[in-house]
Each structure stands twice: as C-alpha cells, then as structure tokens.
C-alpha cells in the first residue's frame, strides 16, 4: 500500500505540523493498511488560510464558468482512469462490496461532471433584473460565490460524500478545505492527487484527513471559513450549528435518518421484497438514508417474512473483493460494536428478532455479521426510532393507510421515505403526506445527481445535489442604481 501519511494544502504535500498519523483499518480482516497523516489546528489554519488567498486574490472565482467546467470535467476524467483502483481502495477502506464501490466512483465522476455543465451554463445567465415597483431606479440580481468553505464528510461513501461538496463548491467559484471522516480517508487522498494532476490552481482544492475534534473542529471554528458544509451524524451536526452560531457562518447539514418504507398489500411481492432488502442491506445499511422501518399492510405480511426471511439466508457475506458478496463487514470495530449493541437493546426492549443479527459462521476475524430482521417492533423502542446504521430492519404491521402515514411520520427524523403499491393515486397522496425531503416510489435508495437531496426535522438543513446543491454554494447580491433625471430631494431641496 501506499503511503497516505500526508496532507495536501495550497497545492502541496505537506507532512502534519505535528507529525501525527492515524491507522486505516481494512474491515474484512483488521489489518492496518495504511498511516494516514492527521491534521490538527496548524495544518488547517495553514489550509484555510491558503484557500482564503486562492478565493481573495487568485484567479478561481474570476474565471468564466466555463473556464473551470473545463477543470471539473478534468477532475472526473482522472477520477474515470482509476476507476478500479479506486474502487478497490474504497473496498478495502470501508468493506463494501466491488460493485457498489465501482457505482460510487463513477457517481463522483458524474458529479464533478454535472456540476462542470452547470457552470458553464451560469455564464449564460450572470444576473437577473429585478422589477421594481418605484420609477427612477433599476435593480438586478447577481450570484457570487459564498467564500471558503469548510467540507465535512462520513465514512459511508467516503469518495462520493466528498464530491457532492467539492464539485459544486468549486464549480461555484467558492475554494474549499476538505476534512473526510478519519475512519475512511484514503480515496479523499487520491481525489487530491486528481486535482493536483488537473492542475487546480494553489488553495482552491485542500484536502485535510484528521480527527474530528482535531482537526474538524478547528476547521469550523476558522473565522477565515464563510460556508460549513457537512455531512455526518445529528449530534456533531448540532454541535457544528452551534460554532457557526458564534460568526453567523451558512450552514448545511446532510445528517442521519430512519426513514420508513410502507408496503401496501397490492404490491408485487417479488417486487417488495427485492426493495427491502436493497432499502436496507444495500451499503450493509450504513446509509443516511437506509429505509430502517418498514410498514407492512396485514394481508401481505405473512407471505413477505416468508420470502425475506428466505432471500436474507442466501445472502453472501464476505470480503467485498469475492465475487457474488453482497454484505461486506460493517466499517470498523465502533460501528460494529453499536449496531450488536442496538440489536441486544432491541431484544430487551420487546422486539422479535426473527433472523440474523450474529457473526456468520466461519468468519472469526472482521466486522462482520448477518442481518437482522426484526418483527413487531414496539413504537416507542430505540430500535424503532433511532439510527442504527447496520443491516437491522425493524418491521411492523398495519392495517389502514392513514395508520401507516402517522406511524411513519412519528419520528424526529425527515431524510427519506418510501412507500409501494400498485395503486398510483395511493402512492402519490402518501408522497405528500411523508414527512421528508426523498420520497421513493416503488423503490427505495436510488439517487441521481440532478435531483434535490436533504431532509426535513432533524435530518438537516439545505439541499445538495441538483442546482439546489449549486445555489448551496452562492450568495445573492442586489445591485440598484438610481436612473432618473430628477435630483432626490429629501434633504436637498
Ligand atoms: P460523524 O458525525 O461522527 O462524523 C462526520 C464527520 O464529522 C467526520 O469527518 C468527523 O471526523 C467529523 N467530526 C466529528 N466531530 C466533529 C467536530 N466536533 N467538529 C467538526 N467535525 C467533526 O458521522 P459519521 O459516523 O462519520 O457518519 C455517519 C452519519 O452520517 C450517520 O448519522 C448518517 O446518517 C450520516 N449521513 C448523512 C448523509 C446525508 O446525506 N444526509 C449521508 C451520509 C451519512
């Protein structure tokens, strides 16, 4: 393996100030693979101030749209030559497997792409005439990139996560310093490697791996930094808030989740089943928007559980690099640790397990572990409403359409839903009536750069993705100038 024991700040390789480093641990066998360098307060002021520079002096937000289109489409290009490198790297960082460690790269690349058309076509429309309803003056409207921006990303797509900030940010015009979650911060490395190869100019792109507390927390609180963008967890989220509170930074937040999935009993059943699974064990459930709850109406529940119970057994579990995995091991000994320990509380707190929740036999080493499908899950249990971020569904029965609603949106969280049935009319007035910011129709977890991505409640603030992740990264400015002949007259008469 490469070494990773370096930082990327105003287009160099630096070593940390302090000289620490921070294991990369493969999840499949609990080797160390690399020591990646971790920043702390001198590195990142060292970073923001170099963004700071590239965003007040140097040519970035002076370029047309369509001059940086040209390095975003770059970027996805270096992203595209690697992709299997990349690929394999995410696997052996994070577990998941092969193939949806290939979707997830070629996802970044089409993000950096999507956001180069967007540049280039806001050079077609730089202001906007605002009417006014007073003669005498004419006002228009102007989009300026908000600044530096202080990137924050999860571990769950750990390259992807990084690009939905970066590529947006950039394309903008803002310049950017990227902190990617310590518990997966290779491919965050490699993407620096790609700009620098694209020849992003100095302090544009900076890209940081450290400790949250370390590293991140200083990169919030610089008050050289004007935009906090963040994905991550709801009490780190809530914390973040509170320190842009102090210099009234913009903020958003992409944060957790427990979205449900209600299947009405007109469905297909091959159909319910397959989204199920891939609503909740696709990612080995480490998604934000992983549909953990699911709704069942009565008449279709025996025969699902029959068919789930039976589909979750064939499941391989493995090593994401073997053919035919589709559960790779859950990303580190924390997680692992939390999902087991939600699995105990959920049998406590009255909830059925009907399968899994245990190491697979013959895998000793690694986080690995079944999924859990777990029946008549009480309300007001954890397992019901809290984030478990695993391979652990929670199920329940219901009977009419209305419960279903109110049983699905009694929860603190608003990031996604989903809802199947045959009935199309049905669908759409559920949609509706989801409190939640995706709402999956016949289907769960597809997502696709060009639409809006965010939640409602505590599930955070702001949208990324689409050109509402692109407006994330302006700010509006109205310039109105005084046109008539005729002196004002107010103090001078
Ligand atoms: P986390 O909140 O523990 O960490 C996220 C990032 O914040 C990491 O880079 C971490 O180092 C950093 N961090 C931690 N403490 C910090 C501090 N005090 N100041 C600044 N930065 C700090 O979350 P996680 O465990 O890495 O990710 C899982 C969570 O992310 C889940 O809750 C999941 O639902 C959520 N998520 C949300 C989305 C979305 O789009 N809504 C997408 C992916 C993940």
């Known amino acids: 393996m490469k070494s990773y024991n370096h ?23 609990e080797t160390v693979i690399a020591e990646v360098g971790a920043a702390t307060a001198e590195d990142v002021d060292a970073a923001v101030k170099a963004a700071r520079e ?10 047309s749209g369509k001059e940086r289109a040209g390095y975003l489409r770059r970027i996805a290009g270096g992203i595209r030559a690697r992709l299997n490198d990349l690929a394999e790297l995410e ?14 790269i070629e996802d970044t690349a089409g993000c950096f792409d999507f956001y180069a058309d967007l540049a280039e076509r806001s050079d077609a429309q730089p202001e906007r005439a605002v009417e006014l309803s007073m003669e005498g003056f004419v006002s228009k409207a102007v989009k300026e990139p908000v600044g530096v921006v202080a990137a924050i990303t999860p571990w769950n797509f750990p390259m992807l996560m990084a690009s939905w900030k970066v590529a947006p940010a950039i394309a903008a015009g803002c310049t950017v310093v990227l902190k990617p979650s310590e518990v997966t911060s290779l491919t965050a490395l490699e993407m620096a490697a790609i700009c620098e190869e694209a020849e992003i100019p100095p302090g544009v792109v900076n890209i940081l791996p450290g400790i949250g507390i370390e590293a991140g927390a200083p990169l919030t609180e610089h008050p050289l930094v004007d935009k906090i963008a963040f994905t991550g967890s709801v009490p780190t989220g809530s914390k973040l808030m509170k320190v842009a509170a102090q210099d009234i930074k913009n903020v958003s937040l992409e944060l957790g989740g427990k979205s449900p999935l209600i299947i009405f009993d007109d469905c297909d059943l091959e159909d319910a089943v397959e ?3 891939f609503g909740i064990f696709w990612n080995k459930g480490e998604v934000c928007s992983a549909t953990s709850r699911v709704l069942v109406q009565e008449n279709l529940y ?8 039976e589909e979750a057994r ?33 049998k406590r707190d009255g909830a059925t397990l009907v399968y899994g ?19 008549d899950v009480p309300e007001d249990c954890d397992l ?15 009977a009419t359409e209305e419960e279903a609603v109110r049983v699905a949106n009694d929860s603190e969280y608003g990031l996604a839903g989903a809802v199947m049935s045959k009935d199309l009319e049905r669908c759409e007035r559920v949609a509706r009536d989801l409190q939640a910011g995706i709402i999956w129709i016949n289907c769960s977890q597809p997502t696709f750069v060009e639409a809006p991505w965010g939640g409602y409640k505590k599930s955070g603030i702001g949208r990324e993705l689409g050109e509402w992740g692109y407006e994330n990264y302006f700010e509006t400015k109205q310039i109105t100038s005084y046109v008539s002949d005729k002196p004002w007259g107010w103090f001078i008469k």
């Open 314 to 346: 064939k499941l391989k579990i493995g090593n994401g690099m073997q053919d035919g995995v589709l559960l790779g091991p859950l990303v580190n000994a924390a997680q692992y640790e939390k999902v087991t320990g939600a699995i105990e509380a959920g």
């Open 357 to 375: 929740g245990e190491r697979p036999a013959g895998l000793e080493k690694g986080y690995y572990l079944e999924p859990a499908i777990f029946v």
């Open 275 to 277: 989204w199920l699974m």
């Open 91 to 104: 696997v052996r960082d994070n577990g998941k497997p092969l193939p949806e460690a290939v979707w997830d």
């Open 7 to 29: 930082l990327y700040i105003n287009g160099r390789w630096t070593q940390p100030v302090k000289g620490q480093t921070f294991p990369a641990i493969d999840p499949s066998d």
């Open 302 to 309: 025996p025969k699902l559980m029959e068919r789930l119970v």
């Open 384 to 398: 019901w409403k809290e984030e478990v971020f695993g391979p652990v569904v929670a199920i329940r029965r219901f």
């Open 54 to 63: 590239a965003f007040d002096h140097g040519p970035w937000p002076r370029m």
